[in-house]
């Protein structure tokens, strides 16, 4: 199996049972090995008091983001620590897209950092995500 029917695998793995990304309406649009993208269109109920999207959406769309990245190698992985920075605000019916790449990868304990864009290419926030792997698999893979 190749890295990249590996993540793919992964992905659809992680995807069939995320719950919480699909209610969210986040979409997969890219996996490889260590990197995802993913996108929201910021919709009514995303929006706060000032009518801008909640940060709190934005976190999860990087988070999710960053999820799929660091399982892509078929461990579960889980996050350690998350940040984010807000740099401009998700406008109602504006298309978000968080796109994941792995900075550092050793042993157990890896760095993903996650830039969120808007529609025009604006940075939205940058999330940079710390995690760790744990026993099992994304789906059954034998040696």
């Not at 649009?29 to 706060?48: C, F, K, R």
């Not at 000032?50 to 999710?64: E, Q, V």
């Not at 078929?74 to 790449?101: H, K, Y």
């Not at 157990?108 to 099992?136: C, H, M, P, Q, W």
Request: proline residues 3%; negative net charge; charged residues 20%.
């Amino acid at each position: 199996m190749t890295p990249q029917e590996r993540a793919e695998r992964s992905a659809e793995a992680m995807w069939a049972t995320d719950s919480a990304s699909k209610w969210l309406g986040l979409s997969l649009d890219a996996i490889g090995p260590g990197t995802a993208t993913m996108s929201l269109t910021v919709q009514e109920h995303h929006l706060n008091g000032h009518r801008i999207c909640h940060g709190g959406y934005i976190f999860t769309l990087a988070d999710s983001t960053f999820a799929f990245a660091c399982n892509s190698y078929n461990q579960v992985t889980v996050a350690q620590e998350n940040s984010i920075t807000f740099i401009s605000p998700g406008q109602p019916g504006e298309r978000l897209t968080a796109r994941a790449v792995e900075s550092a990868k050793s042993g157990r304990s890896g760095v993903y950092d996650i830039t969120v864009t808007g529609e025009d290419g604006r940075k939205v926030a940058l999330f940079r995500g710390l995690s760790r792997t744990i026993k099992g698999q994304n789906f059954e893979e034998t040696s």
